[in-house]
């Protein structure tokens, strides 16, 4: 599927916010996304919901290769580019668990999560965003399609958020 | 109300102890007088097996093993642990992208341990700067001076290094060429079969560049693990065409272009053994230019030259043979030494010479009042060497002839012994 979204839509937050400036806690990020994921679900049921959720962050995922990632030849410095800019925008500490290059199959984790670190403990994963964000980012280095599945979370009791990525 | 028994409650404390101080733990088991308590029971047998599964994790990640299954999600216990698990992996990861050179990896927010790592990754990456400029500045140097091979010592047509200068002048595009263009060169071919000892120094003609080169060798120790040579060839063309000036210049008379008396002092000797070996007849003809001092007091030393430049070059083309020996041997006096000649040869050759220079037509009036051409006078000599003749006896025969040639008036010949 196509999506429509542009970059340029986020606007100029320099211009638009000259003393607030670009920063917002963590908690007002969670607040937006945690009610909107719940009224999704309420509308259109849990499964649903995850589904858009996911999507976008796919979305959010390949928007963010493309504007914020430089371009990379191989998976080393790609990984190095990424860690270094989501460090940079407080988004997540990533690091590579496992790296099967050649059958393009990898275990990434991500400490101190935007979406779910210091959620307490539900049993359930909940970053379903971030796995869309994950697919997307893969998806727009190498051209192939990945399936990132949330094996590990804060709300179901770990101290990381662990990923399996896999080219489909 | 729930009854608990003292048995229960002892039961209970020593699954707690067992927990607590690691020791073999049995699972509390429901019966009758413990039914009321089943969930508790459940739990301690839960919280067992989780602090179980931690120890064992602890202990193989403290031993260094990674790749091991996590305890399942449902202990929460081991959570911190999953996460160091999950930096540890990441170092490993990191730790081979290192490896292979990529040093722009760094750790973050591992405390001291990534203030270490990071700062041995930037000692590494810039120990690597030094070696690689090392490494060019080393490769530059090595390809710009003269022709260097290294070669294994076992098969030499295997070459383990072959300079810049090397490969442009032998024509060899790849080291892995090196045993087709030693097929082809004869110089190759010539040097990596020379039995040279460490630091000996030979040399070698490259009959293909019309060259001259010096061979140094040098055994290495191992290169690949195995032993090598090195052959450093240095082109002394250039060396060996001005020892051959010198060594010609040491024999050349400067101004006439013919032998000099030290080069005739050397053939003499060495044609009058050769003929007395081999029982041949050795002819000399000492000639003479008449009237010569006087030739030069009119004329001058300029004009002088000249004349002696022309009755040399006369000489010169008047005798054939390749053996035949043309010499200055004094001022204005000339020899010429004729192996395997018998006296009558000798005469006709002298008597070709002396019609030769007559006919120069050299003019000179200088102590007559009419013009005469200059002439040669000649004395000849030929012996057949024996035990007991010297080079001196052919000499000296000949001088007493060009001194009686000079009394019988000059522009003559003279044979010793008439």
């Known amino acids: 599927m196509e999506y429509n979204f542009d970059w340029n839509r986020l606007g100029d937050i320099g211009v638009g916010r000259e003393n607030l400036g670009h920063d917002m806690p963590v908690a007002v990020y969670r607040l937006l996304q945690f009610t909107m994921k719940d009224v999704l679900k309420y509308r259109y049921g849990a499964e649903t919901a995850e589904g858009i959720l996911r999507e976008a962050g796919f979305c959010a995922g390949m928007a963010f290769a493309a504007n914020v990632l430089k371009k990379c030849d191989n998976f080393s410095d790609f990984v190095e580019n990424l860690q270094e800019e989501l460090k940079n925008l407080r988004i997540g500490i990533l690091r590579i668990e496992k790296a099967d290059i050649h059958n393009m199959d990898f275990i990434l984790t991500v400490s101190e999560d935007l979406d779910c670190s210091g959620l307490p403990v539900t049993g359930e994963t909940v970053c379903s965003y971030d796995e869309g964000f994950i697919a997307g980012l893969f998806k727009h280095f190498t051209g192939k399609d990945f399936v990132a599945k949330e094996i590990d979370c804060w709300a179901t009791g770990d101290r990381t958020c662990r990923f399996t990525v896999k080219a489909e | ?418």
């Open chain 2, 1 to 418: 109300m729930i009854n608990i028994s003292y048995e229960t409650i002892q039961l209970l404390n020593e699954a707690l102890e067992a927990i607590l101080l690691n020791r073999p733990y049995v699972p509390l088991e429901v019966d009758d007088t413990t039914k009321d308590l089943s969930n508790v029971l459940s739990q301690v047998n839960q919280l067992a097996e989780c602090v179980r599964q931690v120890n064992t994790y602890i202990i193989d990640l403290s031993n260094g093993m990674l790749d091991i299954e996590m305890p399942p999600r449902s202990n929460y216990l081991a959570a911190g642990l999953k996460q160091l698990h999950s930096n540890l992996n990441h170092l490993t990861w990191q730790t081979q992208q290192i490896a292979q050179g990529d040093y722009k990896h760094k750790v973050d927010f591992m405390g001291d341990f990534a203030e270490a790592f990071n700062s041995m990754t930037a000692q590494l990456q810039e120990r690597e700067m030094i070696l690689r400029t090392q490494n060019e500045i080393i490769g530059t140097i090595f390809d710009h001076i003269e022709c260097l091979f290294i070669l294994s010592a076992d098969n030499r047509q295997k070459a383990f290094y072959i300079n810049g200068t090397a490969r442009k002048v032998f024509n060899i595009s790849r080291i892995s060429d090196f045993s087709a263009c030693v097929e082809n060169s004869e110089f190759l071919s010539q040097l990596i079969n020379l039995n040279m000892d460490t630091d000996m120094h030979r040399e070698l003609f490259n009959p293909d560049t019309n060259k001259w080169y010096g061979i140094i060798s040098s055994n290495l120790q191992w290169i690949e693990d195995k032993p090598a040579v090195l052959f450093y060839c240095t082109d002394i063309t250039h060396h060996k065409k001005r020892e051959e000036t010198l060594e010609r210049d040491a024999h050349i008379d400067p101004l006439t272009g013919v032998y000099n008396r030290r080069a005739f002092d050397v053939c003499i000797r060495r044609d009058f053994q050769h003929a007395k070996r081999l029982y041949m007849s050795i002819a000399l003809l000492i000639i003479d230019i008449d009237f010569f001092k006087a030739y030069n007091d009119t004329y001058g030393h300029v004009q002088g030259d000249i004349c002696l430049i022309s009755v040399a070059k006369c000489i010169r083309s008047s005798v054939r043979r390749s053996t035949d020996f043309v010499a200055r041997f004094g001022g204005e006096e000339f020899v010429v030494l004729l192996p395997n000649t018998d006296y009558e040869s000798a005469m006709k050759v002298a008597e070709k010479i002396r019609s030769a220079v007559q006919n120069l037509e050299i003019l000179n009036q200088s102590n007559h009042s009419e013009i005469t051409k200059t002439t040669v006078s000649i004395g000849v000599s030929a012996i057949l060497p024996t035990p007991g003749t010297t080079p001196m006896h052919l000499l000296h025969m000949a001088d007493t002839a060009l001194y009686r040639s000079k009394n019988a008036g000059r522009n003559c010949v003279t044979l010793a012994g008439e």
